[in-house]
């Protein structure tokens, strides 16, 4: 029979042996969180319980051994309850800390954040505007200067630069929009310079740019008379646009691209009573070039007495045609040669039914 108190100090080792597992696991589990940089202290105390347990295992002594595992055990998991609010109060403080200028502060704070998770988001962000937060201040403190020294764009400058290393710096996007405020009268000036320079330089679609911008910021009566010059020359211009391409069309004799050309400009201005009378005589030509041109592909030599008059009619219209250039005088030539022939087989057939006609 084995001895009482030979078993206890027995079941002793087994339960000082399961207790130091358990905090191992505990450790294991809490460690990656890194409670060394947001719990100094207590981590220290735990790894002092856990050194303590060990040396008194190693002396045979595992109850008190087991007591100190225990309270090892005890504080990780209190810190491992801990993490999320700390993550969180960390997260306050460095904002705060930001609010307050305190850089040193703030970025130690938002390292605790990123030493638990180290891709969280607020934490990175926090981070990054704790490391330029000296350097926004000195710029929104020029920026200040300038304002209160009423150099304003200057001072806009600076407020601008600061958002661009932070884009939430303190104050910067409120001082923006008051500057831009102030400079409402400026911006107008420039703008409407601007849009009356392009409309001399007939840059009609960047001048109502410049012109809308001005309208944004006080619509007046000068702004809406520069918009209405603006669509007035629009409205010459493509009217010209098309008058040009009309005159084209006619000089290279294409009579139905004319036509067209000649009705886009009169519908933007139907008033255009010199511009409709063009427009009827080239479509006159186009009707006589369509009419010339089935003469010319028909097969038969113009045999019936119709076909023959209608050729006439349109070669004397030809010749009346005014101006006669190259295609309409290569028409003419192929006219009085179809007629010519025409007539020629008309002659030779009379002879010929003469000569068969008996005595």
């Not at 209190?78 to 200028?101: F, H, M, P, Q, T």
């Not at 500057?179 to 960047?206: A, C, D, H, W």
């Not at 295609?327 to 030539?333: L, P, T, V, Y």
């Amino acid at each position: 029979m084995i001895p009482k108190n030979k078993t206890s100090v027995h079941d002793q080792r087994l339960n000082a042996q399961n207790d130091l597992e358990n905090l191992l696991l505990n450790i294991k589990t809490l460690k990656p969180l890194n409670p060394q940089v947001w719990a100094v202290d207590r981590w220290k105390e735990i790894e002092q319980f856990l050194r303590e347990g060990e040396a008194l295992y190693r002396t045979t002594r595992y109850h008190l051994a087991q007591k100190k595992y225990r309270q090892a055990t005890i504080m990780v998991r209190d810190l491992a309850s801990r993490v999320e609010s700390v993550k969180l109060d960390n997260l306050r403080e460095g904002d705060l800390a930001i609010k307050n200028w305190n850089s040193v502060k703030a970025e130690r704070a938002f390292q605790i954040v990123l030493s638990i998770e180290p891709n969280n988001p607020d934490g990175l962000n926090g981070l990054k505007r704790s490391k330029v937060l000296e350097e926004v201040k000195i710029l929104l403190s020029q920026g200040e200067k300038y304002e209160k020294a009423n150099q304003l764009d200057k001072a806009k400058k600076f407020y601008e630069s600061a958002l661009l290393l932070d884009k939430n710096a303190l104050g910067a996007k409120v001082a923006i929009v008051r500057i831009n405020f102030k400079l409402r009268p400026t911006y107008y000036r420039s703008y409407m310079s601007s849009g009356l320079k392009l409309v001399r330089q007939n840059r009609l679609e960047e001048a109502e740019i410049f012109v809308r911008k001005a309208q944004a910021i006080e619509n007046r009566a000068e702004t809406l008379e520069l918009l209405s010059l603006i669509d007035s020359k629009r409205l010459t211009n493509n009217i010209n646009r098309h008058l040009k391409e009309a005159s084209a069309a006619e000089k290279e004799e294409k009579w139905d691209l004319a036509v067209k050309s000649f009705n886009s400009a009169i519908r933007l201005d139907p008033a255009m009573n010199s511009i409709i009378k063009k427009k009827k005589k080239a479509e006159a030509r186009a009707l006589l070039d369509q009419n010339i041109e089935a003469i010319l592909t028909e097969k038969n030599d113009l045999a019936s007495r119709a076909d023959f008059e209608i050729a006439k009619s349109l070669l004397k219209q030809a010749r009346l045609s005014v101006p006669r250039n190259k295609h309409i005088r290569a028409q003419i030539k192929k006219l009085e040669k179809r007629l010519e022939t025409s007539r020629m087989s008309t002659e030779t057939s009379r002879v010929y039914a003469k000569e068969k006609k008996p005595n």
